[in-house]
């Protein structure tokens, strides 16, 4: 890469990276050379391990992601973790300023008894097996899945949705995804009969998007249930349906399933509202959960009412919402999960930090579509730049290349020419399979892939020798 004035790193190569890595690489004003570097050896983030492989066409936006990769001013360096490969002190000695996008990565907790059963697991967890991420937890969530008769996911969101839909959906429509196969063999042998999807206020307060509701309706082998009690409205939720056409089309969506009963062979999805959960019941494993009907206050918070019902489970998935992790050496406030930042400039005891920057779900919370990250992005980029011309960024000097001493210490850093050669080998391995690919899942298989790039590389070398 050609040496530029300012060398930028940028923390997280999902959507927030890669829209910072855009912004900077597509301005004149300031000369940049960027690295976009990411723990795992794959770019894409929550694009590849997050949006459910049965939404193809969103997943497609890594081919308009790729572009960024692609430009002569950003370097994909991937399979680096900083703060533990490399400190975050050693980073910012390597360039001018530093991005941190790397997202929010963890579960939010319920805080109840029983969370921790044997069968009780995040949907975290469950998203990261089925989009075949190289930390998943397989054994036990297979384990817990191949048990599961009875689903209660816990949470309206997005998420909620997208677990609930992959179970219900039949092994026919999975196939065509690129899910590795093993995720496939599970989803297919999995006993899934009934699947509750949980929210403790009413529809309209639920998160879910109208769309992405709509769709349960065209799963192949699944009917959706809605109790009518759950959708009666009070005043308060009345006006707020009057006053938003996406809660009033929710409410349509969810009235026109109604009157829907149970198939004989076909899996139930259920939408149940005002149900606070109270506790997992089990002493091995999961049986239930207990919950607690609600009532909705005009501040829009849930109360319990007293009336206590047990839904049976062999699974309860908590789609309570992601949360953000501290980086070693980076503050992030202990209630939001997030870095404090002003316009996207890290503030460290309330002061902004020279040099720091920070985008995406660690800097304003897990909310949002793929799309506001490039707005978020734009604003964290333009106040860098804007510290940049009036000098306010200290330049690092002469120092080793990031690569260079990355590969000193014994590390095996993925550039793009290797991230190529997984791209390809997920693609020959679908296509040996019928299916246009498959996920490499496990991190071996993916740095085996990796190596195929180097090895070409040092052979056309030597053969030019
Ligand atoms: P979310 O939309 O914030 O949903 C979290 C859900 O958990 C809410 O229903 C919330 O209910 C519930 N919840 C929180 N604490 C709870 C508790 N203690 N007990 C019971 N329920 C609790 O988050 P998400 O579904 O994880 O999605 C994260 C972001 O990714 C969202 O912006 C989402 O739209 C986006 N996303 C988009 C897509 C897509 O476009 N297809 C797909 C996946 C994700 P309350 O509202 O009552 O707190």
Redesign the pocket.
Known sequence: MQRCPLRIAVVGAGPAGIYAADALAHQDAIPVAVDLIDRLPTPFGLVRH???PD?AK?RALRETLHHTLDHERVRFVGNVEIGRDLGLDELRRHVDAVVYTYGAAGD?R???EGEDLPGSLA?TDVVSWYCGHPDADRATVEDAILRARDVVV?????????VGRVLARSPGELVITDMPQHVLDTLAAAPVERVTV????GPV?????T??LRELDHLADAVVLVDPADLELDPVAEELAAADRVLARNLATLRGWVGHSPALGRVSVQLRFHA??VRLLGTDRVTGLEVERTVVDAAGR?TGTGELDVVPADLVVR????RGHPLPGLPVDERSGTVPHEAGRVLREGVPSRGEYTAGWIKRG?????G?NKHDARETVAALLADAADGVLRPAGDVDDLVDTLVARGLEPVLLSNWRAIDAAEAALGASRGRARTTLHDRASLLTAARAASAAAEGSAAANR
Do not use: C
Request: charged share 15%.
């Open positions: 997050g949006i459910a939404h969103m939010r319920l805080g109840i949907a816990i949470g309206v969101g997005n998420v909620a949705l997208d949980l929210g403790r206020r307060q639920a998160t879910f998007t769309q992405e606070r959960p849930a789609s309570v919402g992601y897990p909310t949002g579509v793929v506001t």
